[in-house]
């Protein structure tokens, strides 16, 4: 059974870089999506972005200029930057196993459906 | 980027009722919709993908149906454990989007 788990700090003071990593148990990081959504409290999930286990990587573009998603498949983890945060950056963050296919000739696509989740972990943006 | 309405809003309903939750999209997703649970203090759950299918685990009092821009997720006969704030979520344009979500209460 995979399992995901999210670290990091609880706190971030605005404008600063909010550093969170997701560790994978129970099954390799290798040939899968992997995605950061995140929920801001009493709200809806927004999507953040994804990393494949090579390194290749797709953001929202309402963030793509903040957001870095990196892998190091050693450690079956994955990690998300988010720089400049200000209080609408509070919400709880989850990471997510992409579904992620198959396809005839081998390649293996990101399908942005989630069927594993961490428990979420909430980032609060305050001085 | 493709906004999901989801109606109503808040379904107060009784264990053993049937549930009938709406997802309207901005444009047609074609059948690229899934549906997820959330329960208080949990991450959301995968229900239903590509619009009709159970996930794996999922009780076949679950399901989804629709394409285009409007579906809708049905639960056959409520039990206690099904009063959850449910989301709909698109994947056929980028980015992917989710719904304000329906939250079903007990009535």
């Known amino acids: 059974q995979v399992q995901l788990q999210e670290s990091g700090p609880g706190l971030v003071k605005p404008s600063e870089t909010l550093s969170l990593t997701c560790t994978v148990s129970?099954?390799?990081?290798?040939?899968?999506?992997w995605s950061w959504i995140r929920q801001p409290p009493g709200k809806g999930l927004e999507w953040i972005g994804y990393?494949?286990?090579?390194?290749?990587?797709n953001y929202n573009p309402s963030l793509k200029s903040r957001v870095t998603i990196s892998v190091d498949t050693s450690k079956n983890q994955f990690s998300l930057k988010l720089s400049s945060v200000t209080a609408a950056d509070t919400a709880v963050y989850y990471c997510?196993?992409?579904?992620?296919?198959?396809?005839?000739?081998?390649?293996?696509?990101?399908?942005?459906?989630?069927?594993?989740w961490g428990q979420g972990t909430l980032v609060t943006v305050s001085s | 980027e493709i906004v999901l309405t989801q109606s109503p809003a808040t379904l107060s309903l009784s264990p053993g009722e049937r549930a009938t939750l709406s997802c309207r999209a901005s444009?047609?997703?074609?059948?690229?919709l899934a549906w997820y649970q959330q329960k208080p203090g949990q991450a959301p759950r995968l229900l239903i993908y590509d619009a009709s299918n159970r996930a794996t685990g999922i009780p076949a009092r679950f399901s989804g149906s629709g394409s285009g821009t409007d579906f809708t997720l049905t639960i056959s006969s409520l039990e206690p454990e099904d009063f959850a704030v449910y989301y709909c979520?698109?994947?056929?344009?980028?980015?992917?989007?989710f719904g304000q979500g329906t939250r079903l209460e007990i009535k």
């Open positions: 979520q698109q994947r056929s344009n980028w980015p992917s989007t």
């Open positions: 990393i494949y286990y090579s390194g290749s990587t």
């Open positions: 997510a196993r992409d579904s992620s296919e198959v396809l005839e000739g081998g390649d293996i696509v990101a399908t942005n459906t989630f069927d594993y």
């Open positions: 444009q047609s997703v074609s059948s690229y």
């Open positions: 129970g099954g390799s990081i290798s040939s899968y999506y």
